[in-house]
């Protein structure tokens, strides 16, 4: 008897959950940008530019001015606005969140989205502390929701096309990574705040790190050195403007990060480099690469360029999971490893040690 209940129970739980996969497929996702700043508009944009199945419906964010302006831009003035995320998710009736918010903002927000069903989209680093980035794993997991953390370079062509032939073992073993992340600009004052912001290699060094983590494994260990030397006539500047780390992985491979914020003014530079037994790739950005397969008797070349949407295409990814009930390609545990790595070096960089990553 106990056993007929039991599956009488399972069996009505996989039709709900059926019902509502399917109410999600017939409908479009009811949306809402949580972080009205500037990075939000590029959100915006791809989400209006998707309008046969999602609803830009929602815009919330600390100062009404700025959501409004969203709405007006995005929305005719139509959408709804408010100024504290738990109003939105208690009232808005939403199906999907873009989190854009700025490191330190981070609070609830993820907790509350997952109690309340909604899946998300949320900018990197997910938190400032591994202690919060596991919390907002643990909610997310235990409400079954689809996530995915702005990690787009990983969906870059010329990255794709690497990770298959790494996967499908035509790479051979991979070795070495060198990646490069150069600017040069004041940014936003919280961004200058090593406080607020983590420091440069926490807010956009990340997606270096992120990437060494998807193409070479998890790692065992870091040592990275971290100075400000370019800004220290600038009281508010306490971040590093430059800074070297290097990555032990567990399959043996090494990774070397190197990155400025005191390079080329006006110029966002992040490229890298790739050996593997087989292969050597040499990128100027995620979508575009020469591969050269060094192990055939007559060595040969491969271009690959592409000017992809990769912002666009990890929202695609997500909306494809929600609706198929599938997995994205950065969920929320994806974003806690690669803040754990970046965290590690950190504090490598402070303890002027290699720190071993549990």
């Not at 109003?87 to 907790?111: G, N, Q, R, T, W």
């Not at 306490?238 to 190197?258: H, M, N, P, R």
Request: proline share 2%; glycine share 6%; aromatic share 8%.
């Amino acid at each position: 008897m106990e056993g007929h209940e039991g599956f009488i129970k399972t069996f009505a739980i996989l039709a709900a959950l059926r019902e509502t996969n399917m109410r999600l497929i017939m409908k479009k996702l009811r949306t809402a940008i949580l972080g009205c700043g500037g990075f939000a508009h590029r959100h915006a944009q791809n989400l209006v530019g998707l309008a046969d199945e999602v609803e830009l419906v929602a815009f919330s964010d600390h100062h009404a001015e700025n959501a409004r302006a969203y709405s007006e831009k995005y929305c005719g003035g139509r959408a709804l606005i408010y100024t504290d995320h738990h109003e939105l998710f208690e009232k808005a009736d939403l199906d999907l969140v873009v989190v854009a918010l700025p490191p330190f903002a981070h609070s609830d927000e993820v907790e509350v989205a997952a109690a309340c069903g909604v899946h998300i989209l949320m900018e990197k680093p997910i938190a400032l502390t591994s202690e919060h980035a596991r919390r907002m794993v643990e909610a997310v997991e235990r409400a079954g929701i689809k996530t995915q953390v702005g990690f787009m370079f990983r969906f870059g062509e010329a990255i794709e096309q690497l990770k298959e032939k790494i996967d499908s073992g035509e790479a051979g073993r991979p070795g070495l990574m060198s990646a490069r992340y150069f600017c040069n600009a004041l940014h936003a004052a919280w961004w200058r705040s090593r406080e607020k912001s983590g420091g440069q290699l926490v807010e956009q060094v990340i997606h270096m790190v992120d990437l060494m983590r998807y193409l070479l494994g998890e790692p065992a260990s870091v040592f990275s050195r971290q100075e400000n030397l370019f800004h220290r006539e600038q009281a508010d500047y306490t971040v590093e403007d430059v800074s070297a780390t290097v990555v032990s992985f567990q399959s043996g491979a090494l990774g070397v990060i190197y990155a400025s914020n005191g390079a080329i003014p006006g110029r966002w530079i992040n490229d890298y480099k790739l050996v593997a037994q087989k292969l050597t790739a040499e990128f100027t950005n995620a979508n575009n690469a020469v591969f050269h397969f060094t192990a055939e008797s007559e060595p040969r070349q491969r271009v690959i360029a592409s000017e992809r949407n990769v912002h666009l295409r990890e929202l695609q990814d997500l909306l494809r999971a929600i609706r198929t009930g599938g997995e994205t390609r950065t969920p929320m545990r994806e974003g806690a490893l690669s803040l754990e790595l970046t965290l590690a070096a950190r504090r490598s960089a402070e303890e002027r040690r290699e720190v071993a990553v549990v």
